[in-house]
């Protein structure tokens, strides 16, 4: 699956089992997590993804993300 590179913003690859994104352009490789983390620190817009890594955060807060650290 072909997602946005984090790093030169051209086209990288998804694992199908979601394992892993590389990027061919900027020898991106690293795991899922570590993107969506990578891309939640600094994409302003995606910071509050990390909050869907959490369990049940009825009556709590996601924190900042310095606490995801």
Same mark, same amino acid.
């Given at each position: 699956?072909?997602?946005? @590179?984090?790093? @030169? ?8 089992? *979601?394992? =892993? =994104?590389? @990027? %061919? #352009? @900027?020898? &991106?490789?690293?795991? +899922?997590? %570590? /993107? =969506?983390? *990578? =891309?939640? #620190?600094?994409?302003?817009? /995606?910071?509050?993804? &990390?909050?869907? +890594?959490?369990?049940?955060? %009825? ?11």
């Amino acid at each position: 699956m072909k997602i946005k @590179c984090p790093k @030169c913003n051209e086209n990288a690859e998804l694992a199908m089992d *979601f394992s =892993v =994104v590389t @990027c %061919e #352009h @900027c020898d &991106l490789d690293m795991s +899922y997590g %570590e /993107y =969506v983390k *990578f =891309v939640a #620190h600094n994409e302003k817009k /995606y910071s509050d993804i &990390l909050g869907d +890594y959490t369990g049940s955060t %009825e009556g709590q807060t996601a924190g900042s993300l310095d606490e995801w650290d």
